[in-house]
């Protein structure tokens, strides 16, 4: 067996993800712990309003605390991934399980990179929008027939069949019809707070490229699979300059997949909320099993299907 952990994104977070987890499990516990913030992210994470945990500033520091709970969980039962990959913000949290960041660390660069991108677009209107059944140079297309409304840039590659459009949301709406127009499925907004992964978000590069000056990396233990690449690093890319470009680029989650396919993986753990990351794999890659980690049931569920109880 060779598994891979992937870890959810900005989008799946839930009131109370981790709850169950912390009051039960000690190494859950210690690593969600481990960060020291402005706010009470264990209260905003386990008893906040959906309104609150959905603002990025927020959502981030928590869904990174939750995932790092999870793979120190994991750890201490002997299950540790030979590979790791994050959409978008779970890029952080597979870094953490890598030996790259420490949770403390993880979580509070988490917490830095959420106010940065929430500062980023400061009172511009934008949006972001799932793009069904339409292939990638299409809709590139679509998108560059809106530049006269504004910026919009496929912002993730998700599966097949499946693409993020973000932008200023004129651009954005525009785009929509054209694609549907071409032939698309469906359009259907997605309710973020600002349009990840595209050029809008070259301030938040910035800041994050400024933060890590002041940082230690780990060395990364095993593969790390980088949403900007789809696929490992070389020795001459720098995980800082990565990490730089990925929040202000595309997200290429679906060439990701196909690497660890393509590299004998034959199993994945889904670690967050909910398991969109699971249906991105089934739709990419059927001959991977899928399992996931949301919850304690899921939890001892996992465990139990990974040593064949």
């Keep these: 067996m060779k598994i891979a952990f ?11 993800m981790g709850k169950d987890l912390y009051a039960e499990n000690e190494a859950f516990r210690t690593a969600f712990d481990s960060a020291q913030l402005s706010f009470d992210y264990k209260q905003i994470c386990f008893e906040g309003t959906d309104e609150q945990l959905a603002d990025t500033r927020y959502t981030q520091p928590c869904m990174v605390a939750f995932a790092c709970g999870v793979t120190a ?33 993880a979580i509070e660069l988490a917490a830095f990179r959420g106010n940065a991108m929430a500062t980023a677009v400061q009172g511009r209107e934008c949006g972001m929008a799932a793009v069904l059944g339409m292939e990638r140079d299409a809709l590139a297309e679509c998108c560059r027939s809106a530049a006269d409304k504004g910026v919009c840039e496929i912002a993730n590659y998700n599966c097949p069949g499946q693409l993020v459009i973000a932008g200023d949301s004129a651009a954005v709406d525009a785009a929509c019809e054209a694609a549907k127009a071409a032939g698309a499925r ?30 230690q990396f780990g060395e990364m233990q095993i593969p790390v699979v980088f949403n900007c690449l789809g696929r490992a690093k070389t020795e001459e890319e720098t995980i800082p300059a990565l990490l730089e470009k990925q ?18 993986f034959d199993t994945v753990v889904e670690v967050g909320p909910g398991k969109a990351l699971s249906a991105f794999v ?15 049931e899921s939890f001892h569920a996992t465990v139990a299907a990974l040593k064949g109880e």
């Design 186 to 215: 469906r359009c259907v907004p997605l309710k973020v707070s600002g349009p990840f992964h595209t050029s809008l978000m070259a301030p938040a590069g910035d800041a994050l490229a400024e933060r890590f000056a002041s940082e």
């Design 282 to 296: 089934k739709k990419t890659a059927k001959s991977i099993r899928v399992l996931n980690v949301e919850n304690l």
């Design 247 to 264: 929040v202000q680029s595309s997200v290429y989650f679906e060439d990701s997949i196909r690497w660890l396919e393509q590299n004998g």
């Design 6 to 16: 992937l870890y959810a994104g900005q989008g799946s977070q839930q009131v109370g």
């Design 73 to 105: 969980a994991l750890a201490a039962e002997g299950i540790l991934p030979q590979a790791v990959a994050g959409l978008s913000l779970g890029e952080y949290s597979a870094l953490q399980a890598a030996g790259v960041f420490t949770a403390k660390q």
